[in-house]
C-alpha cells in the first residue's frame, strides 16, 4: 500500500527551538515492508512502561522529567557547551538570535541558549520536594527518599551555577557560595543514607545505591566545587562511595551497551536511578525530534516531523575504533532510506552539497554558521527510536548508572595513586570489553578522559568532565582555546537576577567575571 504523505515545513516548529524553512514537500515511502534501518528501536513497536509507586512522591520524583533530554534546558546546557555535541545555523534555521552558536563557542552571557531553563526547571523540583517535605506526618522512608532527590537537584545547580539560593522551605534566603552548596548536597545525601532502601529501588525512585553513586560523582569533582587544590581524602571518598555500590551486588554492567538506552530499557540492570520517560505516562523526551532531519520521518515512521537540530562534532564522532559497539549505538551516520529502503530527499537541499537531495549525515560539517548544511553531522542515535514513535519517547534515561560508577572510582584511584593503578586498568577495561574494544593501555588523564566520553555520550557529564580534566577551555571545531576560569561556571539566568532584584539581602548576583 503507497502513502503519500504532505508535510508543510513552517518555522517555529518548537518553543524556543529551531525553525526551519518554509517549504511544501511531499515525501513518499511505502510502509508495506520494513527495510533493515540504522537505529532501529531494537525492534520495539509498542509501549514498553511500568507505572512508578503510588506513594505520593511522584510529585517530586517527576520533575526529573523536565530539562533532562529535551531542548531549551539542563540538558542543551551541558551538551552544547560541549566537544560532543552541537547545533550549527542552517541558513534561516535554527539561528534563535545566535544563543546556541555563542554557548558553542563559550561565549556566555546571562541571556544565553538553555541556561534559564536549567534553572527553572531544576528549582521546580526543588519546590515540589520542600513542598512535601514540610507534612508533618511523613515517613522517614519517604523524607529520605524527598532528600536525596532535594540533593540531586542541588547537585545540578552547584555543578552548573555554583552561587545558588538552599532554599529548604517557603522561606526566602540569601544566595550561598559553592563551597556552602557542595557542603549541603553532601551532607543531605549522607543524612539520606541510612533510611533509603537497601536493596534495589522501587521504579523511578531511589536506593543506598543511588546516594553513593551520586556521592562517588560529587567527591571526584571535589575540588573543582571547593574551590581547592586536589585532596586524597576526597579521592577515598569516591572509592568508598563507589565500592558500596559495586558491592552491593545489586548491579552489573548490561551484556549489551545499546540495550541501557533502548525503548524498552524499563529497569536495565546497570540503571540505578532513573528519569522513567513514557510516551503517555512521562513526557519530555524529545532526542529524536531534536536531532533527526525532517524527511527522516519517514526512515522511522514518527508521528511528526523532526526539528534538523542537534549533530555530533567529526573529531568527536573519529575518537571511536570502528569496531566499538558504542560508535553504531551511539551515533546515526551514512545515506538515510525509508523503510523500504528507498533514498529519502530534502528537497530544499544545499545547492553547493555534492550529496544533492539523498539526505547522508556526513560526520563532517562544513561551518557552524551561516550555511551549516541542513544534512551535515552524525546523529545523536544513542537512545534508540522506536518505529512509528510519537514526539514523546519511551526511552529512560539513567541519571545514575553502574558504569559511570565503575569510571568514577577508576579515576579517584589514578588521581590518588597515578595512571599505572592495576585496578583503574581493570575498571576501565571491563567497560572496554563490553563495547568489543581491546584494553585501553596506557591510561593517561586524556586517555580517561576520552574513554569517559565514548561511554557517556549525551548523559549530560561531558561539560563536567572537560572541567575536571582542565580540557575545557581547550580548542575544539569552530571554537577557539581560552582560559576564562571564571567559565567553569555559567552566569546566573538574567531573568533570574531581575526577578529578584527588589530582595535587598535575598537577590540574586551574578557569577564573577560576567
Not at 337 to 364: H, Q
Not at 429 to 448: E, F, I, K, M
Not at 490 to 512: D, H, V
Request: proline share 5%; charged share 20%.
Amino acid at each position: 500500500m503507497k502513502h503519500i504523505l504532505k508535510y508543510t515545513l513552517v518555522s517555529a516548529l518548537i518553543v524556543g527551538g529551531g525553525a526551519c524553512t518554509n517549504l511544501d514537500e511531499e515525501l513518499k515511502g511505502d510502509f508495506a515492508n520494513n527495510a533493515p534501518l540504522q537505529n532501529p528501536g531494537v525492534g520495539v513497536k509498542n509501549n514498553v512502561n511500568k507505572a512508578t509507586p503510588n506513594d505520593g512522591l511522584s510529585g517530586a520524583f517527576s520533575r526529573v522529567l523536565n530539562g533532562t533530554a529535551n531542548h531549551g534546558s539542563y540538558f542543551s546546557v551541558q551538551e552544547i557547551s560541549s566537544d560532543e555535541a552541537v547545533i550549527t545555523q542552517k541558513g534561516g534555521d535554527w539561528f534563535d538570535g545566535g544563543i546556541w552558536l555563542s554557548m558553542h563557542k563559550h561565549q556566555f552571557s546571562s541571556t544565553v541558549g538553555g541556561i534559564n531553563g536549567a534553572w527553572n526547571d531544576t528549582y521546580t523540583g526543588i519546590f515540589q520536594c520542600n513542598e512535601l517535605l514540610a507534612n508533618a506526618s511523613i515517613t522517614a522512608a519517604n523524607k529520605a527518599q524527598l532528600r536525596f532527590l532535594r540533593a540531586y537537584f542541588y547537585w545540578r545547580l552547584l555543578d552548573v551555577f555554583g552561587r545558588v539560593k538552599l532554599a529548604v522551605s517557603s522561606s526566602d534566603v540569601p544566595q550561598s557560595d559553592r563551597p556552602t552548596v557542595y557542603a549541603f548536597v553532601e551532607s543531605e545525601l549522607l543524612a539520606a543514607l541510612p533510611d533509603l532502601p537497601a536493596g534495589k529501588a522501587e521504579y523511578g525512585r531511589a536506593n543506598k545505591s543511588a546516594a553513593n553513586a551520586l556521592l562517588s560523582r560529587l567527591y571526584l569533582n571535589a575540588n573543582i566545587y571547593k574551590g581547592t587544590a586536589p585532596d586524597n581524602a576526597d579521592y577515598d571518598k569516591a572509592i568508598a562511595a563507589a565500592d558500596e555500590v559495586i558491592n552491593s551486588g545489586l548491579y552489573s554492567l548490561s551484556p549489551e551497551y545499546k540495550d541501557v538506552f533502548s525503548p524498552a530499557n524499563v529497569e536495565n540492570v546497570e540503571h540505578i536511578f532513573v528519569a522513567p520517560f513514557d510516551e503517555v505516562t512521562g513526557s519530555g523526551m524529545n532526542i529524536a525530534q531534536m536531532t533527526l532531519h525532517y524527511p527522516s520521518q519517514l526512515t522511522y515512521k514518527l508521528a511528526q516531523q523532526p526539528w534538523n537540530g542537534y549533530s555530533t562534532m567529526e573529531e568527536f564522532y573519529n575518537s571511536y575504533d570502528a569496531a566499538d559497539k558504542r560508535k553504531a549505538a551511539n551515533f546515526i551516520a551514512g545515506p538515510q532510506k525509508d523503510v523500504n529502503g528507498n533514498p529519502i530527499l530534502d528537497l530544499a537541499f544545499d545547492k553547493g552539497d555534492t550529496d544533492g537531495p539523498e539526505i547522508n549525515y556526513t560526520p563532517a560539517i562544513n561551518m557552524l554558521a551561516p550555511n551549516g548544511s541542513r544534512q551535515a553531522g552524525a546523529r545523536l542515535g544513542k537512545f534508540s527510536f522506536k518505529l512509528g514513535q510519537n514526539p514523546e519517547m519511551d526511552n529512560d534515561f539513567p541519571l545514575l548508572r553502574y558504569a559511570e560508577v565503575l569510571l568514577n572510582k577508576a579515576e579517584a584511584l589514578c588521581r590518588k595513586n597515578g595512571y599505572g593503578d592495576a585496578t583503574a586498568a581493570t575498571l576501565v577495561n571491563q567497560v572496554r570489553t563490553r563495547a568489543g574494544v581491546g584494553a585501553l593501555t596506557p591510561l593517561t588523564a586524556g586517555t580517561l578522559l576520552a574513554e569517559r566520553g565514548r561511554e557517556l555520550f549525551i548523559e549530560s557529564l561531558r561539560r563536567t568532565d572537560l572541567i575536571r580534566f582542565g580540557a575545557w577551555g581547550n580548542a575544539w571545531w569552530e571554537k577557539t582555546a581560552h582560559a576564562d576560569a571564571y567559565k567553569i561556571l555559567m552566569p546566573i539566568p538574567q531573568e533570574q537576577i531581575n526577578a529578584t532584584s527588589g530582595l535587598g539581602a535575598n537577590k540574586l548576583t551574578q557569577n564573577p567575571g560576567y
